[in-house]
């Protein structure tokens, strides 16, 4: 094959894949931002089509002889290739068999598929025949380069950090879209909801930052005394077994909340959300005996700085708690904060920084080294102005 030859087929290749978007978008407008985010580029290492989130690579030989065989089926294609990346299954790691996961992944974006097809009597995806025939095995999507964004650290998370806006995104343009032939119904947007929920659920969010770390301490359960005993016993004061002097436990180290007191968030609804955040901490062995959290109360200025180190602390700070601001949102002033904590050795393994807000105000440019949570009583628009390096996350407090 010669160079020309090889350019042709990429461009074609390229040209195929705009048609099928194309069409797609006439059967699913909502699903506009997800079609936008995804180019193309032809792989000759490849032996089908396959993307990492940021891109489709195609072999640019099988794209046309599929293409000539079934353009449905390649139009099907296209739509599975890309709920993996809204459902965000190609930055899943999963501790089963990879076999199994793949063909799980395939199963519920194949199902999607068909439900849409179901409800809205479209004929233009019916063809099942290239995407899991029979759920057990995929010869068009190859999930190996999911590896792709998984193995680049920094910019799998961006990716992955764009696909969640865009899940966000699709769920709220889904809501605002009239029905259409293609569209798909009510329960596709109950999927969609629940998907969005557990994206953005807080209590799964600060568990996550609960790491396991070795305290001192006797671990009576894995201790045998029976063995210990015996030992004693006939061998001359000789322990069979030594106690175990380490027990590893989930502990949480450091922690900022701040309160946006710009007026936002009553004194009520602040208890709320610290009795919240006290029901997820106080879960069996999630408190250090000597804890360190910062609880910061600012509006466009720092206002108030309690720092809690027990359990004791944390339960008088919620009872007597006292709003101080009342002024704009500047929501700079908590970083900076933690920046001079920090070089103070004050704080030394922050993992998490919360921010209790309404969304309204003046976000820092720059990510911090920690992660970052801006946490809303309900669903806004004003989620939509948090940058994309920090996370939005629902409470349930009410």
Request: charged letters at 30%; proline letters at 2%.
């Amino acid at each position: 094959m010669t160079m020309s030859d090889a350019n042709s087929q990429e461009l074609l290749g390229k040209k195929i894949l705009q048609n099928c978007r194309n069409e797609l978008y006439l059967d699913f407008p909502y699903l506009d931002g997800a079609f936008a985010s995804l180019e193309y580029e032809s792989d000759n290492s490849l032996s089908s089509i396959g993307t990492d989130g940021e891109k489709i690579y195609f072999n640019p030989v099988f794209l046309l002889k599929k293409y000539i065989e079934d353009p449905f089926a390649v139009k099907r294609g296209y739509l599975h290739i890309l709920l993996h990346c809204l459902y965000l299954h190609i930055f899943m790691k999963s501790d089963r068999d990879l076999s199994e996961w793949d063909r799980e992944c395939d199963f519920f974006v194949e199902n999607l598929i068909d439900k849409a097809i179901r409800e809205s009597g479209s004929h233009s995806l019916k063809k099942r025949s290239l995407i899991c025939t029979d759920t057990t095995d995929n010869s068009f999507d190859d999930h190996t380069v999911w590896k792709r964004s998984t193995g680049q650290a920094s910019g799998g998370r961006r990716t992955k950090e764009k696909w969640e806006r865009i899940l966000a995104y699709t769920s709220q343009n889904k809501t605002g879209t009239q029905s259409r032939a293609g569209t798909l119904t009510t329960s596709r947007q109950e999927e969609l909801d629940e998907i969005y929920r557990s994206r953005y659920d807080y209590r799964k969010f600060l568990k996550q930052f609960c790491r396991l770390r070795e305290e001192v301490e006797l671990d009576t359960e894995s201790f045998d005394y029976i063995f210990y005993r015996f030992g004693m016993e006939h061998y001359g004061n000789i322990p069979l077994i030594e106690p175990l002097e380490y027990k590893e436990v989930n502990r949480l180290e450091e922690l900022v909340i701040a309160i946006d007191t710009s007026g936002s968030c009553s004194k009520e609804t602040v208890q709320r959300f610290l009795g919240e955040t006290y029901s997820i901490l106080s879960e069996k062995e999630n408190f250090f005996s000597r804890m360190k959290v910062y609880i910061v109360q600012c509006d466009c200025f720092i206002q108030k700085v309690d720092v809690i180190h027990s359990e004791e602390e944390w339960k008088e700070y919620s009872r007597n708690v006292t709003i101080q601001g009342r002024g704009g949102t500047d929501f700079r002033p908590v970083f900076e904060l933690i920046r001079q904590e920090k070089e103070r050795k004050e704080l030394k393994n922050l993992k998490a920084l919360i921010y209790f807000t309404d969304g309204d105000g003046i976000y820092p440019r720059q990510k911090p080294d920690y992660e970052t949570a801006f946490v809303f009583l309900e669903r806004t628009d004003k989620m939509k102005l948090v940058p994309a390096w920090a996370k939005c996350l629902i409470t349930k407090v009410k």
